[in-house]
């Protein structure tokens, strides 16, 4: 080093460096490989919540149910543009506890933001491209960490034309669904049924909700 204490000091550590990098590759790349190889976990009926839009136990403003072609069941929430405000309130009963991701099924004839909140909390934007298909969109916050139960969504949309299908909340955070969408477990109803004879019964009466048939 020729007497220059410094120059050595810098040379040392360059050399520590060069020996350290080789062993902090080899220490780091089995973690690498453990999460690039661990497999999906097959989800179960229980990890999937899911409700139909024209089931909301509340409607304001310019949303109410429609016929829609493709929708499940054949029926959806359409969403008028319009400057009052379109609130969709939909109950969704969550088996098992743990971190969920929601999942609306809709489609648009326009671009249009919806606005989400769960169970009173925090609004999330989510975006909504103009597509004569049906569109599974998720807001911005992708997770919550939900107890089994019941759990209100607020869907809010204003000034553009919607359609809005389904909600699905998902114990994965890696699951994006396709189609109609998956199936959940059945669920006692939570609102009031009024069946085709006009005769109003109670929730325990109207049984379980079979998304596999659509029928109680």
Not at 42 to 60: H, K, V, Y
Request: charged share 20%; aromatic share 8%.
């Amino acid at each position: 080093c020729g007497g220059n204490r410094e120059l050595c000091y810098t040379s040392a550590m360059l050399r520590f460096l060069t020996l350290l990098l080789p062993l902090a590759s080899l220490l780091a790349a089995p973690f690498l490989v453990a999460a690039e190889t661990v497999p999906k976990a097959e989800l179960r009926p229980s990890d999937i919540a899911a409700a139909e839009a024209e089931d909301a136990f509340l409607l304001q403003g310019p949303a109410q149910p429609a016929a829609a072609e493709g929708a499940r069941g054949g029926l959806a929430i359409q969403i008028r543009k319009a400057t009052d405000k379109a609130q969709v309130h939909v109950s969704v009963q969550v088996a098992a506890g743990g971190v969920h991701r929601l999942w609306l099924r809709a489609k648009a004839a326009e671009p249009a933001e919806l606005k989400v909140s769960l169970n009173g909390g925090e609004t999330f934007p989510c975006w909504l491209q103009k597509s004569e298909a049906w569109t599974w969109v998720s807001p911005e916050r992708t997770a919550w960490d939900l107890q089994p139960g019941p759990h209100n969504l607020l869907i809010e949309c204003g000034l553009a034309e919607a359609l809005l299908d389904r909600v699905v909340l998902v114990r994965s955070t890696a699951y994006t669904p396709s189609g109609l969408g998956p199936v959940g477990s059945a669920a006692i109803a939570a609102r009031e049924v009024y069946f085709t004879d006009n005769f109003q019964r109670e929730q325990n009466e109207a049984g379980a909700w079979l998304p596999q048939t659509g029928q109680w």
